[in-house]
């Protein structure tokens, strides 16, 4: 089992910055993949950013040269830098972990909301 928790989510005016963080514990040494997604109010959840165990990143177009994914193994932590954000950024934001097995974990989730 994999235990997610999320922080640093918050209410920013558009154009603004917020970092997002997403530490791993219990069996970390199956996860391979970890990243974000997203849900707004009556949308379906959205891959925002993905990053491998290797380092290897992907990105929605929608937040690509905006948001920046990273990892850090030794702490089991992911992190998500928003820069620029637009009140379309606002959702809830979940962290993702998928095993080597294919199963994934999520986290409870953090809200980010963007003011215009």
């Known amino acids: 089992q994999v235990q997610l928790v999320e922080s640093g989510g918050g209410l920013v005016q558009a154009g603004g910055s917020l970092r997002l963080s997403c530490t791993a514990s219990?069996?970390?040494?199956?996860?391979?993949?970890m990243g974000w997604y997203r849900q707004a109010p009556g949308k379906q959840r959205e891959l925002v950013a993905l990053i491998s165990s290797g380092g290897t990143t992907n990105y929605a177009d929608s937040v690509t040269g905006r948001f920046t994914i990273s990892r850090d193994n030794a702490k089991n932590t992911v992190y998500l830098q928003m820069n620029s954000l637009k009140p379309e950024d606002t959702a809830v934001y979940y962290c993702?972990?998928?095993?080597?097995?294919?199963?994934?974990?999520w986290g409870q989730g953090t809200q980010v909301t963007v003011s215009s």
């Open positions: 219990g069996s970390t040494f199956s996860i391979n993949a």
């Open positions: 993702n972990a998928k095993g080597y097995s294919g199963y994934s974990y």
